[in-house]
């Protein structure tokens, strides 16, 4: 089974070294720098934030049946990579591991001397916006059929560029049956139709944003040790 046909959204992605400044840390910056004192927030979206800085490593988008509202903070991905995935066993059993192909960055890659075909990925920096209208900085790393969707939207002079418009998102399904759902959503009737308070340019550029640097490229020895048990398997 390709890639490109099975949803891999629900497994396990390596996660990737924050580096960028956080909501968070903006407002203590800013409490630091002269003596006003942010306000400790109340909410779901402040609590995840604060959970999210905690971790040191960037968030990824998730999505599920529900619709999320997010925002594109850039017109274009930050970064356009390829990922294998593969089995490994784990504390939890066996489960599929990212991968970022070698090739991606000019290098022999050791896995796709198994047969093993990468996945290609591009990520986009999106705000996702709570019921609170309060903002959290994720990635959202999608293939290439979800990629060709966001890049119509972006061409389409009524939606684009992606940065303008908000976006009602959520996933249906499972394996082949998976379905994104993208929708261009008004920052006029958020609020009434979402029940949302847009939030402020301000609080929007204070989410902060990723770059390629994030993209944990594996050590060439490391692979071809896994490459090595591909084969032994076969």
């Given amino acids: 089974m390709s890639s490109e046909e099975y949803d891999y959204e629900d497994e396990e992605i390596a996660p990737r070294p924050r580096t960028t400044k956080t909501p968070l840390e903006v407002e203590e910056e800013v409490a630091s720098s002269d003596d ?6 109340s909410g779901w979206t402040a609590g995840q934030n604060v ?8 968030q990824i988008l998730k999505l599920d049946n529900n619709m999320q509202i997010i925002k594109f903070l850039e017109d274009q991905p930050y970064a356009n990579y390829r990922r294998h995935w593969v089995d490994r066993r784990g504390p939890n059993g066996i489960s599929k591991r990212a991968y970022t192909c070698l090739e991606t960055v000019g ?3 050791p896995l796709c001397s198994t047969g093993d ?5 591009s990520s986009f920096n999106v705000a996702l916006i709570g ?7 994720k990635t959202w790393d ?3 059929k979800l990629f060709a969707t966001i890049r119509a939207y972006a061409n389409d002079p009524k939606v684009g560029p992606l940065s303008k418009a908000y976006f009602a998102v959520n996933r249906t399904g499972k394996a082949q049956t998976t379905q994104y759902n993208l929708i261009p959503v008004r920052e006029s009737v958020l609020q009434d139709d979402y029940d949302i308070t847009p939030p402020s340019a301000a609080e929007i550029k204070a989410a902060g944003l990723y770059d390629s640097s994030i993209i944990q490229i594996p050590k060439k020895s490391d692979l071809e040790e896994i490459a090595q048990e591909i084969s032994d398997g076969d």
Avoid: Y
């Avoid at 959970?51 to 960037?58: E, L, R, V």
């Fill in 36 to 41: 006003t004192v942010a306000p400790i927030r």
């Fill in 51 to 58: 959970m999210d800085s905690s971790s040191g490593f960037a």
């Fill in 107 to 109: 290098k022999t890659c």
């Fill in 117 to 121: 075909r990468p996945q290609a990925v």
């Fill in 131 to 137: 019921d609170d209208g309060q903002v959290g900085l």
């Fill in 142 to 144: 999608v293939g290439s």
